[in-house]
């Protein structure tokens, strides 16, 4: 077997411009990073924060459409199932990037498994693979403060490789916005997130997923999520400015029904 490779040029630069951009904000911030959106921004200050985390009765169930980010075509209903241990979303219909003839097939992630305070714990895959984090993912770090940046280091182990691997999670959280979905128009926290998935290969960088959620307060739920992915291919020809060829996962959204 060959070893993994290391992360290339290109991504240790990006790494480290992320880090010195924010390292100016505060010794309470860690690190974070913006993404965009397509939703209504408020005008002045950030807001107020959310302190606690919501209650959600077991045997509840919340149903989102999803939506191709590149074309709106409607793709699936997931499904949010809630018990007393915890919940799972499934339905999620989501294709990951493929390697080429190298590596990883696309694969197609079906399912999340969250724990009981909400945190992610297992990604499920169409072909029976998963993948476990090791602590759970704090996907939504409550208390939600705006301006506030969050990160997170954690072990990944995926089906039949003892190795576990280190993922990094960059959380910023943002500002309110007017968010409207099919089941109605919220005011709402946007929650951004960066994982850098560590999954290197001697022909391919390790896989960026870049991941936002607008939290409602009072529906006591995210109303709206968007998830993207990539990495970047290393033994296809490259561009003419010497980067290599990114190869891409879906475009998801989420909207609560």
Same mark, same amino acid.
């Given at each position: 077997?060959?070893?993994?490779?290391?992360?290339?040029?290109?991504?240790?630069?990006?790494?480290?411009?992320?880090?010195?951009?924010?390292?100016?904000?505060?010794?309470?911030?860690?690190?974070?990073?913006?993404?965009?959106?397509?939703?209504?921004?408020?005008?002045? /200050?950030?807001?107020?924060?959310?302190? !606690?985390?919501?209650? =959600?009765?077991? %045997? *509840?169930? &919340?149903?989102? +459409?999803?939506?191709?980010?590149?074309?709106?075509?409607?793709?699936?209903?997931?499904?949010?199932?809630?018990?007393?241990?915890?919940?799972?979303?499934?339905?999620?219909?989501?294709?990951?990037?493929?390697?080429?003839?190298?590596?990883?097939?696309?694969?197609?992630?079906?399912?999340?498994?969250?724990?009981?305070?909400?945190?992610?714990?297992?990604?499920?895959?169409?072909?029976?693979?998963?993948?476990?984090?090791?602590?759970?993912?704090?996907?939504?770090?409550?208390?939600?403060?705006?301006?506030?940046?969050?990160?997170?280091?954690?072990?990944?182990?995926?089906?039949?490789?003892?190795?576990?691997?280190?993922?990094?999670? /960059?959380?910023?959280?943002?500002?309110? !916005?007017?968010?409207? =979905?099919?089941? %109605? *128009?919220? &005011?709402?926290? +946007?929650?951004?997130?960066?994982?850098?998935?560590?999954?290197?290969?001697?022909?391919?960088?390790?896989?960026?997923?870049?991941?936002?959620?607008?939290?409602?307060?009072?529906?006591?739920?995210?109303?709206?999520?968007?998830?993207?992915?990539?990495?970047?291919?290393?033994?296809?020809?490259?561009?003419?400015?010497?980067?290599?060829?990114?190869?891409?996962?879906?475009?998801?959204?989420?909207?609560?029904?």
């Amino acid at each position: 077997m060959m070893p993994a490779a290391k992360p290339d040029d290109d991504t240790l630069a990006t790494r480290r411009s992320l880090l010195m951009a924010l390292s100016a904000i505060g010794a309470t911030v860690a690190v974070g990073t913006l993404a965009s959106g397509c939703a209504a921004l408020e005008p002045g /200050i950030p807001g107020e924060s959310v302190d !606690e985390r919501p209650v =959600v009765k077991p %045997g *509840t169930e &919340r149903v989102y +459409r999803t939506l191709n980010g590149y074309n709106r075509e409607q793709r699936s209903l997931a499904t949010h199932r809630f018990s007393a241990e915890g919940s799972r979303l499934e339905g999620i219909d989501y294709d990951e990037a493929g390697s080429g003839g190298f590596g990883r097939p696309i694969a197609r992630l079906i399912a999340r498994q969250f724990n009981a305070e909400g945190h992610l714990t297992v990604l499920e895959r169409a072909d029976g693979s998963h993948t476990t984090f090791d602590p759970p993912l704090q996907v939504l770090p409550f208390p939600l403060v705006p301006r506030r940046h969050v990160r997170q280091d954690v072990f990944a182990r995926d089906t039949g490789n003892p190795k576990p691997r280190r993922v990094i999670m /960059i959380t910023r959280v943002g500002r309110w !916005e007017t968010v409207t =979905v099919p089941a %109605g *128009t919220f &005011r709402a926290l +946007r929650v951004s997130r960066d994982l850098f998935m560590g999954d290197f290969e001697f022909h391919r960088t390790e896989t960026q997923r870049r991941e936002i959620d607008w939290y409602a307060p009072s529906a006591g739920a995210v109303v709206r999520a968007s998830e993207d992915s990539e990495h970047q291919d290393l033994m296809i020809g490259r561009s003419p400015g010497g980067r290599a060829s990114s190869r891409r996962g879906d475009w998801l959204i989420r909207e609560l029904t």
